[in-house]
């Protein structure tokens, strides 16, 4: 997204520095525990802004990208150093088809497929 705006490129680069400070959910935890993720999201916040940061408040479809490309780096970065674990775990292949419905949506099908495919062959 070369055109990408100031708040979103922003907030990704902030969305994970609280998880120093407080740690990380993995994803089941989150989508089975909705009351526990938004404390745990509170306390991100607020290692935030200890740190001087604040996480930009995106509109819907912003956020929703950036959602997509948190979960396409978390699902590459297993792939590229635990392939024998993503071959074997279910849980990588519903992830995966999440990631491609959530492209879908966005409208950047092709774009998501193209960088899977990179990666995957090695390009980057």
Not at 9 to 28: K, Q, T
Not at 33 to 53: C, H, K, Q, R, S
């Amino acid at each position: 997204m070369p055109d990408a705006p100031a708040e979103l490129l922003r907030a990704a680069v902030v969305h994970d520095l609280g998880e120093n400070a407080v740690g990380d959910l993995a994803s089941p935890v989150k989508r089975r525990n909705p009351d526990l993720y938004a404390e745990f999201e509170a306390l991100e916040a607020e290692a935030l802004a200890v740190m001087g940061f604040d996480f930009p408040d995106l509109p819907q479809d912003l956020a929703a990208l950036l959602k997509l490309c948190d979960g396409l780096d978390a699902y590459l970065w297993a792939v590229v150093y635990r392939p024998d674990y993503v071959g074997r775990n279910q849980a990588w292949g519903a992830m995966f088809e999440r990631l491609c419905a959530q492209a879908s949506d966005l409208g950047f099908a092709e774009k998501f497929h193209e960088i899977v495919k990179g990666v995957c062959d090695g390009k980057f």
